[in-house]
């Protein structure tokens, strides 16, 4: 079996010249092999960033583009390509989008190579420890604090036994923050599990030490990405003031950045995302080093039904994947463009037995928001 062609799937809600936030663009991939199977991937990127990096004609042995690599290649030897791709894109790949287009590409291989064995992913990767995952919800907060009460309630109410939220308003200012947060956890009760996300708006240590001592009596399960993850002096002085968990890496890339990150920042939680940090392939790794450091894995994701459909796939085969990120972005990309995206039931998401990803893609939705 060879790989014969590699399709670049850009799709986008608003147009190209109006503010577009997460959820609401997507990179998808289908590499087409020469018996017929097609395998589906994607990546939480720039969606012309990426298409650049798989497009690209040769420059030189070290500077290649990804689809030049692959065609004519058998694309059963996963981890082989993986090694090609990483090597032979040194220039342009290496960190960044570089491996978040080898990531879509990576997972698109091991959807093929499920429907070639006929076997779920699961199995591929070793056995299958759960049948079912804990899901936490996570929403972008609106200006309106008590809208955000609303949007809360509702999420228990449909099942949730935690959520989070960031992005939005949410570390703009201090005061806000804590009033946000306060509300949020006044709506929920003292028992439920919640978190946040600050997408690294708290900028540096002295502004977050203060806001997490602040945060400290509205018992947060973890706070998220305070500061950049590159700034892992303040991660780990953090870490050290003991008032909470702290989470972050869903920008990192590879098993190198994660090995430092886990090293120097000493984080309580890691969070790789399966279309960023590598694949399905690449993860293994990450998971393997997490493990071995004695700190928590809880993938982010927060795109369309494809990247779902793929982290549930590794947590059932990882030993202490027992928590997963659950979407509730409103964007059609999460809600349409897969007609059957994993549904929760009762706070949880089944593991499903399929064959590949087993992803149903809208055509018309697909259409709709092609770039």
């Known amino acids: 079996m060879k790989i014969v062609d590699i399709e670049v799937i850009m799709l986008r809600v608003p147009p190209l010249d109006q503010v577009c936030t997460w959820g609401e663009d997507a990179f998808i991939v289908r590499v087409i092999t020469d018996k017929g199977l097609i395998g589906l991937g994607e990546s939480d990127t720039s969606p012309l960033v990426a298409k650049a990096v798989i497009e690209a004609p ?45 990531s879509a590409i990576d997972i698109a291989l091991w959807d093929i190579a499920s429907q070639y064995y006929q076997v779920p992913i699961h199995t591929l990767l070793g056995g299958k420890y759960r049948e079912k995952i804990r899901a936490y919800g996570t929403f972008i907060p609106v200006e309106n604090i008590d809208d955000n009460k609303a949007i809360a309630r509702k999420l228990k109410e449909k099942g949730f036994t935690s959520l989070k939220f960031g992005g939005g308003i949410l570390g703009d200012n201090p005061i806000t923050d804590y009033e946000l947060v306060k509300a949020v956890r006044e709506e929920l009760g003292d028992d439920f599990e919640l978190q946040i996300d600050l997408a690294s708006k708290w900028g540096n240590y002295s502004h977050s030490a203060a806001m997490f001592k602040k945060m400290e009596s509205l018992n947060l399960n973890w706070i998220e990405e305070p500061v950049l993850a590159d700034d ?140």
């Open 58 to 102: 040769s420059s030189n042995l070290y500077c290649s583009g990804l689809k030049a690599l692959l065609l004519g290649e058998n694309p059963l030897e996963i981890q082989k390509l993986w090694d090609k791709m990483y090597w032979a894109s040194n220039y342009l790949g290496r960190r960044g989008a570089g491996i978040h287009a080898m």
């Open 232 to 371: 892992m002096k303040s991660y780990l002085r953090l870490a050290k003031l003991g008032v909470t968990k702290i989470a972050g890496g869903e920008s990192l890339t590879t098993r190198y950045e994660f090995d430092d990150f886990i090293k120097q920042a000493q984080p309580d939680i890691i969070q790789p995302d399966i279309s960023r940090c590598g694949g399905i392939s690449e993860m293994r790794i990450i998971n393997n080093i997490a493990e071995m450091s004695g700190v928590k894995m809880i993938p982010h994701g927060f795109s369309t039904g494809i990247l779902l459909a793929a982290t549930v796939q590794f947590l059932a085969a990882t030993k202490y994947g027992d928590m997963i990120e659950y979407s509730q972005s409103s964007s059609p990309l999460f809600t349409s463009l897969v007609k059957n995206v994993i549904p929760l039931e009762d706070g949880y998401v089944k593991v499903p037995d399929t064959i590949g990803l087993g992803v149903e893609i809208d055509e018309t939705i697909l259409e709709l928001y092609r770039i």
